[in-house]
């Protein structure tokens, strides 16, 4: 056996271990394909174990349906969280993370008319089709059509699941063009037709079919600082828009999506359940039929895909104290961005009550059965057609005018893109060419909205105080603060929320990782 064969075994046996153990740190980062039953499993599985030989193991789910394996029953291997692990820093690593991270959005699934969505993907990248195909095989073992479409059939299979939703609306809001290719796609891949995946819900025969909600599960990997979550939330929830029960570990609110055109509005409901590593959720009829977009936004919200283990053996040396923490992000990219604008060099607290106003004069009405979820945020087209004078009105400042609804105009007409799929450096320079918005406010934008993992807000008060650097050093205190953060690539964004929950400290101490970090 050679080097190479010898660390593939001791990998491998590394992660039966974790398999036996159901060690939720490694859910999403590996499957196993079991070659007596043909099913793979997320590592949480709570089956009985296979013997060690009849496993094989996989880093990501296409792998284990590319080799022939169907998806369990019982785990679910669509709930897991998704693959964020930068062990690699090499280009085309970092090239194939960047596509699988726009494949992964509901907004790719869709097949466009010429055919293979590959060559608008590899243009977004700035490379040619053909040699994105061969980086993705490479590192992958698979391409990117075949990833995609598993992303597209666990997601179809997802909406099957925990909804009642006509399996033609499935197949359509899953990316495929019809029921046909759909039926096609599910009984090739899985070996059975699209309606058998829901037996327990055919059987379901006192379940009214008009149901009013409908729920959903996404998993995290441990450790996770719900806490810490929700205290940030609620510190920050918007009145009528927001609600925040820390004491429940419940976070409820109200949202309105377009897609393709078209506007959703209704509410949502997400119990985190920290014993199962998970959040359930319960969502409004008015938001199922774009499941998969606010699925996508919770676990964007949420960071519910941040891999603890490859951020952790990055920042833990400067911040011991952070393991569990997370970056907030948030539900709708423009509300934060205004979000951000208002809260520009006063408090929490007193950007919170301009919001309120904002809400309450040009938010949209809103019925839910929660008395205090009653107002959608302002739309982009709302904010962009007001009078400065009304926004004065509320206690907003000129400056602050301004910036708003620059941002609005440039939302609502489609010249910036505020969502976690936008190209960040361009984004950020865009952000910066609007009138009121530096450096810093661009920077927490690209952190929260557009989740860029080394966003880094410049002169951040709490950061400095937590580097021991004095503000009256100004410039100086920037430039120290930049180098030491260096180390921290590519996950300052981690490091600033970890400065800001207070747990750096000067005192290092040396920590111990996983055999299979």
Same mark, same amino acid.
């Given at each position: 056996?050679?080097?190479?064969?010898?660390?593939a @075994?001791?990998?491998?046996?590394?992660?039966?271990?974790?398999?036996?153990?159901?060690?939720?740190?490694?859910?999403?980062r590996?499957?196993?394909?079991v070659?007596?039953?043909?099913?793979?499993?997320?590592?949480?599985?709570?089956?009985?174990? +296979?013997r060690?030989e009849?496993?094989?193991?996989?880093?990501?789910a296409?792998?284990?349906e590319g080799a022939?394996?169907?998806?369990?029953l019982?785990?679910?291997?669509?709930?897991?969280?998704?693959d964020?692990?930068?062990?690699?820093?090499?280009a085309c690593s970092?090239?194939?993370r960047e596509?699988?991270?726009?494949?992964?959005?509901?907004?790719s699934?869709?097949?466009?008319?010429s055919g293979?969505?590959l060559?608008?993907?590899?243009?977004?990248l700035?490379?040619?089709?053909?040699h994105?195909?061969?980086?993705?095989e490479q590192?992958?073992?698979?391409?990117?059509?075949?990833?995609?479409q598993?992303? @597209?059939?666990?997601a179809?299979?997802?909406?099957?699941?925990?909804?009642?939703?006509?399996v033609?609306?499935?197949a359509?809001?899953s990316?495929?063009?019809?029921?046909?290719?759909?039926n096609?796609?599910?009984?090739?891949?899985?070996?059975?037709s +699209?309606?058998?995946?829901?037996?327990?819900?055919?059987?379901?025969?006192s379940?009214?079919?008009?149901r009013?909600?409908?729920?959903?599960?996404?998993?995290w990997?441990p450790?996770?600082?719900?806490?810490?979550?929700l205290?940030?939330l609620?510190?920050?929830?918007?009145?009528?828009?927001?609600?925040?029960?820390?004491?429940?570990?419940?976070?409820?609110?109200?949202?309105?999506?377009?897609?393709?055109?078209?506007?959703?509005?209704?509410?949502?409901?997400a119990?985190?359940?920290?014993?199962?590593n998970?959040?359930?959720l319960?969502l409004?009829?008015?938001?199922?039929a774009?499941m +998969?977009?606010v699925?996508?936004?919770?676990r964007?919200?949420f960071?519910?895909?941040?891999?603890?283990?490859?951020?952790?053996?990055?920042? @833990?040396?400067d911040f011991?104290?952070g393991d569990?923490?997370?970056?907030?992000?948030?539900?709708?990219g423009?509300?934060?961005?205004?979000?951000g604008?208002?809260?520009?060099?006063?408090?929490v607290?007193?950007?919170?009550?301009?919001?309120?106003?904002?809400?309450?004069?040009f938010g949209?009405?809103?019925?839910?059965p929660?008395?205090?979820?009653?107002?959608?945020?302002?739309?982009p087209?709302?904010?962009?057609q007001?009078?400065?004078?009304?926004?004065?009105?509320l206690?907003?400042?000129?400056q602050r005018?301004?910036?708003?609804?620059a941002? %609005?105009c440039?939302?609502?007409?489609?010249?910036?893109?505020?969502?976690?799929q936008a190209?960040?450096p361009?984004?950020?320079?865009?952000?910066?060419?609007l009138?009121g918005?530096g450096?810093?406010?661009?920077?927490?934008?690209?952190?929260?909205?557009l989740?860029?993992?080394d966003a880094?807000?410049?002169?951040?008060? %709490?950061?400095?105080?937590?580097?021991?650097?004095s503000?009256?050093?100004?410039?100086?205190?920037?430039?120290?603060?930049?180098?030491?953060?260096?180390?921290?690539?590519?996950?300052?964004?981690?490091?600033v929320?970890?400065?800001?929950?207070?747990?750096?400290?000067?005192a290092?101490?040396?920590?111990s990782?996983?055999?299979?970090s």
């Open positions: 056996m050679n080097a190479m064969d010898h660390a @075994r001791h990998a491998d046996d590394a992660r039966y271990r974790a398999l036996a153990a159901h060690d939720a740190r490694f859910d999403g590996f499957f196993v394909g070659t007596s039953t043909g099913i793979y499993c997320r590592p949480v599985c709570r089956v009985r174990l +296979p060690r009849n496993c094989r193991f996989f880093d990501h296409a792998q284990a022939g394996f169907r998806p369990c019982r785990c679910r291997p669509e709930l897991a969280p998704l964020r692990h930068w062990s690699n820093q090499d970092i090239l194939v596509a699988m991270k726009l494949l992964d959005a509901p907004a699934w869709a097949f466009p008319e293979s969505p060559p608008a993907l590899a243009q977004r700035g490379v040619s089709d053909r994105l195909r061969r980086v993705f590192d992958l073992g698979v391409s990117p059509l075949q990833y995609l598993t992303r @597209r059939l666990l179809a299979k997802q909406l099957l699941t925990d909804t009642r939703l006509p033609q609306q499935v359509l809001m990316g495929f063009g019809s029921v046909r290719r759909f096609a796609a599910f009984q090739a891949r899985y070996g059975m +699209p309606t058998q995946m829901r037996p327990a819900l055919r059987n379901k025969a379940t009214p079919a008009h009013t909600t409908c729920t959903a599960r996404l998993g990997r450790p996770y600082d719900v806490g810490a979550m205290t940030f609620a510190t920050r929830q918007l009145p009528g828009v927001e609600r925040v029960d820390s004491a429940a570990c419940l976070y409820a609110r109200t949202l309105s999506l377009r897609v393709d055109g078209t506007l959703h509005t209704g509410w949502l409901q119990h985190f359940k920290p014993d199962a998970a959040v359930e319960k409004s009829t008015g938001l199922q774009v +998969p977009h699925l996508w936004r919770v964007a919200l960071d519910l895909d941040a891999d603890p283990q490859a951020i952790n053996n990055t920042l @833990r040396h011991p104290g569990g923490l997370r970056v907030p992000g948030c539900m709708d423009f509300e934060l961005a205004v979000r604008v208002l809260g520009q060099q006063i408090t607290a007193a950007a919170r009550t301009l919001a309120a106003r904002l809400i309450e004069r949209q009405a809103l019925s839910t929660d008395p205090q979820l009653n107002r959608l945020f302002p739309t087209q709302a904010l962009a007001t009078d400065p004078a009304e926004l004065g009105a206690g907003i400042v000129r005018q301004a910036a708003i609804r941002l %609005a440039a939302a609502f007409e489609g010249r910036l893109d505020l969502s976690d190209d960040t361009a984004t950020l320079r865009a952000l910066q060419q009138p918005i450096p810093w406010t661009a920077q927490y934008i690209a952190l929260r909205a989740r860029w993992p880094w807000p410049p002169g951040d008060v %709490a950061v400095h105080a937590a580097l021991g650097l503000p009256l050093r100004g410039r100086l205190a920037e430039q120290s603060a930049a180098l030491q953060a260096d180390a921290w690539q590519p996950w300052r964004g981690y490091a929320v970890r400065a800001w929950a207070g747990c750096h400290r000067s290092h101490s040396a920590s990782e996983s055999d299979l």
